[in-house]
């Protein structure tokens, strides 16, 4: 996010090493699904090829889950590696660079954890992860993330729509927005002792953009439990805005009336917008937004991608914001 004038750009990690092993023992259940999607057989070929390139290394638990019939939910778009996907990370709770989060995101304690509901809500209280879980089966979500920053990857994240939790928590009708706090530990998380932000990581949607089916609460990528450095154990992952608002390792969700004031907002308002929905034409003060390097792509010919208005869901999620000014409301 804070980009310095003298952005090294992007430090290519090197090609993930597949073992046999892993594809053989931990990756075939979640080949094998996609292979038969309903794409047919040729292009189970290439669905199976592309898995077999981006497979995650088989090292932390398998996530099983169900194909996502939800509108926008899938992509034909190539996945970015799960070694690109999980060494450039932007979680400042551990470090501004991009390579801090894989190197010291080990430290993460996810085990207890448990998510604070309350504000406005008919059930408030403390549920486990393991409740939370269980609330709704699984799904595979093949979504674009667009950094602020100008980068973008294509991740298939596991979870269900952040609405099943809504509508188990039954938010009263004076709720309008909803907040979410992540985890702020100094004894894990050396980044926290840095004023680059006003911990806890604190963001927010308004209730229907958290009640959108797209808006992915997310426990696992790549048929695997998410990474440490990607958010671990539970993340939002909201695809139409930039990735800042996809807050990650969740441990608090309240209801409330008032727009929250956001751990961005705070430290620069002019710059990140309670909406920040990814728009090429509202350029960010000090770069443009008009288009973005696909992770993986950064090859020395590799062309920048052009970006597109909600990061390509429009036909999803444009009808949220019908009549409002996008450029007052960035
Ligand atoms: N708690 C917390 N959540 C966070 C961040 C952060 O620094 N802390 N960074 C955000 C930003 S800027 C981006 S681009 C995405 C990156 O997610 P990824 O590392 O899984 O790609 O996480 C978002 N969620
Ligand atoms: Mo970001």
Known sequence: MLIRPTDRGYEHPTPSEITPRA???????????????????ALAGWAARDALAQAAPG????????????????????????????????????????????????????????????????KPGRMALEDLMKLAPMEERIYRLRCVEGWSMVIPWVGYSLAELIRHVEPLGSARFVEFTTLADPATMPGVRSAVLDWPYVEGLRLDEAQHPLTLLAFGMYGEVLPKQNGAPLRLVVPWKYGFKSAKSLVRIRFTDRQPVTAWGRAAPQEYGFYSNVNPNVDHPRWSQATERRIGEDGLFAKKRKTLLFNGYEAQVASLYAGMDLKANF
Do not use: C, H
């Open 23 to 41: 594809l053989v023992e931990n990756r075939r259940a979640w080949l094998a699904r996609l292979a038969t999607g309903a794409a047919g057989a």
């Open 59 to 122: 090292q932390l638990a398998p996530l099983p889950a169900v194909k996502s019939t939800v509108a926008g939910a899938t992509t034909m778009e190539k996945l970015t590696s799960y070694k690109d996907a999980s060494s450039y990370n932007n979680f400042y709770e551990f470090g501004t660079d991009k390579s801090d989060p894989a190197r010291l995101a080990g430290r993460l304690k996810t085990e207890p954890w448990s998510v604070q509901i309350d504000g406005l809500v008919k």
